[in-house]
């Protein structure tokens, strides 16, 4: 009995996981090569950054009306994720039709202990998706700061 009762845990677990697996491929998050540019003595790397939804079905999913960079990180500490100063900002629901994608444009930063060589990295972005029902806004703060759901880039080297 305790045997068959393991194996049910263990096919739930499983059916459990394989099922949100597959949920986050229907979503891509592709980056391209991006340009420096200099702007107020500093130098940017902007980084276009392309969400797609590759499913049947609209996507729905948090963002914030000023700091929306927040969503998203880097795998090397060697650049920064630049964001936002913003006066007014508050969660807001972003929607993405099948089949189709969002470029945004994410600058990024050197720190300053980085040199001029090489750097590869991806970066990633937490997926939060919003309830269904449009009744209901159900954006927690303090999941976003968890980012549980990242979806991470292809790597690239600039």
Same mark, same amino acid.
Request: proline share 2%.
């Given at each position: *009995?305790?045997?068959?009762?393991?194996?049910?845990?263990?096919?739930?677990? !499983?059916?459990? =996981?394989?099922?949100?697996?597959?949920? /986050?491929?229907?979503?891509?998050?592709? %980056?391209?090569?991006?340009?420096?540019?200099?702007? /107020?003595?500093?130098?940017?790397?902007?980084?276009?950054?392309?969400?797609?939804?590759?499913?049947?079905?609209?996507?729905?999913?948090?963002? *914030?009306?000023?700091?929306?960079?927040? @969503?998203?990180?880097?795998?090397?500490?060697?650049?920064?994720? !630049?964001?936002? +100063?913003?006066?007014?900002?508050?969660?807001? %629901?972003? %929607?993405?039709?099948?089949? $189709?994608?969002?470029?945004?444009?994410?600058? =990024?930063?050197?720190?300053?202990?980085? +040199?001029?060589?090489?750097?590869? @990295?991806?970066?990633?972005? /937490?997926?939060? $998706?919003?309830? &269904?029902? &449009?009744?209901?806004? +159900?954006? /927690?703060?303090?999941? $976003?700061?968890?980012?549980?759901?990242?979806?991470?880039? &292809?790597?690239?080297?600039?």
């Amino acid at each position: *009995m305790k045997s068959i009762f393991k194996t049910l845990i263990i096919i739930i677990i !499983v059916i459990g =996981l394989s099922s949100f697996m597959l949920k /986050n491929e229907y979503y891509k998050l592709i %980056i391209k090569e991006g340009k420096w540019v200099k702007e /107020n003595k500093q130098t940017y790397l902007i980084i276009p950054t392309t969400l797609t939804n590759n499913s049947n079905d609209t996507l729905k999913y948090y963002s *914030m009306s000023c700091s929306w960079q927040e @969503f998203y990180s880097i795998d090397n500490d060697r650049l920064q994720i !630049v964001r936002n +100063d913003c006066l007014k900002n508050a969660p807001i %629901i972003l %929607i993405l039709a099948p089949k $189709q994608s969002t470029t945004v444009k994410i600058r =990024l930063v050197k720190t300053k202990s980085t +040199d001029v060589s090489l750097i590869k @990295f991806r970066i990633g972005f /937490n997926l939060m $998706q919003a309830n &269904n029902s &449009n009744k209901k806004f +159900d954006y /927690n703060e303090e999941e $976003q700061r968890k980012k549980k759901n990242v979806i991470w880039s &292809n790597e690239i080297s600039m």
